[in-house]
Each structure stands twice: as structure tokens, then as C-alpha cells.
């Protein structure tokens, strides 16, 4: 959060060129956090959510903040993972496609 803090600050600097007072530049900021907050916690889905495309990858949250990256096989209804392991998507709390998470 840190790191997030700092960049929003050196962002919300610029608009001091352009006449924003303190407390708009503050304003600016905490929107900017408040994006960038939004964009990662969106990515995510929940597993009552409708299932992943099948054979597209993602990562998996399950048990006890247990992390894996595999593929959803919409025929069993479980994720594969890379680890010759499988999960049942009942066991998954929360999944999100690998791609949308390069993004951040």
C-alpha cells in the first residue's frame, strides 16, 4: 500500500500546475488509490459466481488462503491443477483469470 501511496502522490502532484489547491490534490490521490483498490479486488470472482471458461487459466483461492494456478474442466466441475492435483469448485472460494491479474 505503501508503494500505491507514493506513486498516487507524485500523480496527484500535477495537478498543482494546473491551480488544484491541497486539498484537491489530496482529493485526487485517495480517488487514484481508491481506482487502483478497485481494480485489483475486481478481478476476483466468487465461486458461487457463474464458472470460468472452460480450459482458460486462473488462479484459485481455496481453504486456508491456499493459492494454485490451474485450468477449470467444466465436465468434472473441478479446477486441474498444474500440480497433477484437483479442486472441487464447491472447495474454492474465490478464482480469477490469470489475465485479467497481469494487468495489475
Known amino acids: ?19 488544484y489547491d491541497d486539498d ?8 487514484f488509490i481508491d481506482g ?3 481494480q485489483k479486488n475486481h478481478v476476483w470472482h466468487s465461486a458461487d459466481d457463474d464458472p470460468p471458461i ?6 484459485i483461492e481455496y481453504g486456508n ?7 477449470y474442466d467444466k465436465d468434472s466441475n473441478m479446477f486441474q491443477l498444474r500440480i497433477d492435483e484437483a479442486v472441487r469448485m464447491e472447495d ?3 478464482w ?3 489475465e485479467d491479474l497481469g494487468a495489475l
Open 54 to 59: 472452460n480450459c482458460k487459466e486462473v488462479l
Open 92 to 94: 474454492v472460494d474465490r
Open 1 to 19: 500500500m505503501e508503494k500505491l501511496f507514493e506513486f498516487a502522490s507524485e500523480y496527484a502532484k500535477g495537478y498543482a500546475e494546473v491551480g
Open 65 to 71: 488462503y491456499y493459492h494454485d494456478v490451474g485450468f
Open 96 to 98: 480469477a483469470y490469470l
Open 24 to 31: 484537491q490534490i489530496a482529493s485526487v490521490r485517495d480517488a
Open 36 to 38: 487502483a483498490e478497485w
